[in-house]
């Protein structure tokens, strides 16, 4: 297993249009977390998970949010209606026991 | 006021130099503290953790936390250039694992 895989890396988008990441963490990791980071800022917490159950959310996570870990394996984030300001690196991190998180390399979004 | 405060640099030091990152906080409930090192467009990696006051030290880093004072700081000995990045610190008020608070992060260059 060679870590925390997210896909795309890379996304370009319109503003108003949706878009979704998806995350694979490190197999048999149970925590599951997403970050948003902004150029210059250290990430920020938006949700996370164990298992298939979304145990937090912060009130970063606006309605146009969501975020879902069918079967607590990969997880995925959707965006609805893109605004400028969502434009951020989106981080995944998977632990096997706090406080020890395992990043992925981030889906970079840009909208226009 | 951010919970955690981390001067953003830029800080430029010659190899073999002992490099010097600190943070301040404000949350006293805050129990563990972390160090990430982010390259260029990549994900934040772990490089240590403490649980509450003390020392901790893994090769040529060192990660110390006052709590009393509410400041934690990270040493490099005997710097070198593959360590420039920018270092985030890290801390939670969880025990069972849930958000991560950052500070900004402190972008290090170590000059040859």
């Known amino acids: 297993d060679t870590g925390v895989s997210q896909d795309p890396r890379h996304k370009i988008t319109k503003r108003g249009q949706n878009v979704t990441f998806r995350c694979d963490p490190i197999?048999?990791?149970?925590?599951l977390y997403w970050y948003r980071q902004t150029l210059g800022q250290g990430p920020e917490f938006l949700t996370y998970?164990?298992?298939?159950?979304?145990?937090?959310k912060s009130r970063l996570l606006s309605d146009r949010f969501s975020a879902e870990r069918p079967k607590g394996s990969f997880s995925t984030l959707e965006i609805q209606r893109t605004e400028q300001g969502d434009s951020a690196m989106y981080l995944c991190?998977?632990?096997?026991?706090?406080?020890?998180?395992?990043f992925g390399q981030g889906t970079r979004l840009t909208v226009v | 006021q951010k919970e955690v405060e981390q001067d953003p640099g830029p800080l430029s030091v010659p190899e073999g130099a002992i490099v010097s990152l600190n943070c301040t906080y404000s949350?006293?409930?805050?129990?563990?503290f972390m160090w990430y090192r982010q390259y260029s467009r990549k994900g934040p990696e772990l490089l240590m953790y403490?649980?509450?006051?003390g020392n901790k030290e893994d090769g040529r880093f060192t990660a110390q936390v006052d709590k009393s004072s509410k400041y934690i700081s990270l040493f490099i000995r005997d710097s070198q250039p593959s360590d420039s990045a920018t270092y985030l610190c890290?801390?939670?008020?969880?025990?069972?694992?849930?958000?991560?608070?950052f500070g900004e992060g402190t972008q290090l260059t170590v000059n040859p």
């Open positions: 998970f164990q298992n298939e159950a979304q145990l937090e």
């Open positions: 403490t649980y509450s006051s």
């Open positions: 890290a801390m939670s008020a969880e025990t069972s694992g849930s958000r991560l608070t």
């Open positions: 197999s048999e990791h149970n925590r």
């Open positions: 949350n006293s409930a805050f129990q563990y």
């Open positions: 991190a998977s632990s096997p026991e706090w406080p020890e998180a395992f």
